[in-house]
């Protein structure tokens, strides 16, 4: 079975402090992809990015980075000095056949106070 | 470009009327589906077309409907709305990949659904 599970529903930190949201994955594909997109509360979805299962390299951009394992299968996600700007909910997805159908996680909201 | 359009962006609808979502791209993009977000559960696929003319069940397809006859529009019909189908409903559409060049999905604004 194909699952993605994101075990920390609410988190809440104080701006400027660090924060990881973690991602774990099931499937039984060697080819699939994973995502992070970020929905604000204004209700839409934002890509962040995208690893295939072929690329264990970590990547940062800014503030974010992602750390992909598959001996683990996670793929975790960390914001460094956050920002009041980074609430929202974060989702993990995977995707893994010819038809591209993405499986969600059922998110983790952050809220960053100020 | 307008991207991914939904149409109506809001409804209110009562037990058993019937509606129809519109989802229109404008990118030539092969693949569309259908998402529902649920607090707490994330999106799930309702529905999905992998090109013009075709259609396939994702993960919670019962009480919909959906028809692909024009490429860039991806129709999703409730029947006999039940206020269990209460939710917000994304569509996304999506290219073929590339050889090594993965295509991302692009999403709509979302509907907002209520069943009384």
């Known amino acids: 079975a194909q699952k993605v599970t994101q075990a920390q529903t609410e988190i809440s930190v104080v701006e400027k402090e660090d924060v990881t949201l973690d991602c774990v994955y099931e499937t039984r594909d060697t080819t699939y992809y994973l995502f992070w997109y970020k929905q604000p509360p204004s209700g839409e979805l934002v890509f962040l990015i995208r690893r295939n299962s072929f690329d264990e390299q970590n990547e940062i951009s800014g503030r974010y980075s992602w750390n992909f394992q598959k001996s683990t299968s996670s793929f975790n996600f960390t914001i460094t000095a956050s920002q009041v700007v980074d609430s929202a909910v974060y989702f993990c997805?995977?995707?893994?056949?010819?038809?591209?159908?993405?499986?969600f996680g059922s998110g983790t909201r952050l809220l960053v106070r100020p | 470009n307008a991207g991914v359009t939904q149409t109506p962006k809001f409804r209110v609808l009562k037990t058993g009327q019937s509606m129809t979502l519109l989802c229109a791209q404008d990118?030539?993009?092969?693949?569309m589906y259908w998402y529902r977000q649920d607090p707490g559960m994330g999106l799930r696929l309702i529905h999905y077309?992998?090109?013009?003319?075709?259609?396939a069940k994702g993960e919670v397809p019962d009480g919909y409907n959906v028809s692909r006859l024009k490429k860039q529009n991806f129709l999703l019909g409730l029947e006999s709305a039940a206020p269990s189908q209460t939710s917000v409903y994304f569509c996304a559409s999506k290219t073929r990949n590339e050889g090594a060049v993965y295509n991302e999905q692009f999403f709509g604004p979302g509907t907002r659904l209520t069943v009384l």
């Open positions: 990118m030539n993009h092969e693949y």
């Open positions: 997805a995977l995707s893994m056949d010819s038809s591209y159908k993405l499986i």
């Open positions: 077309s992998v090109g013009e003319g075709t259609t």
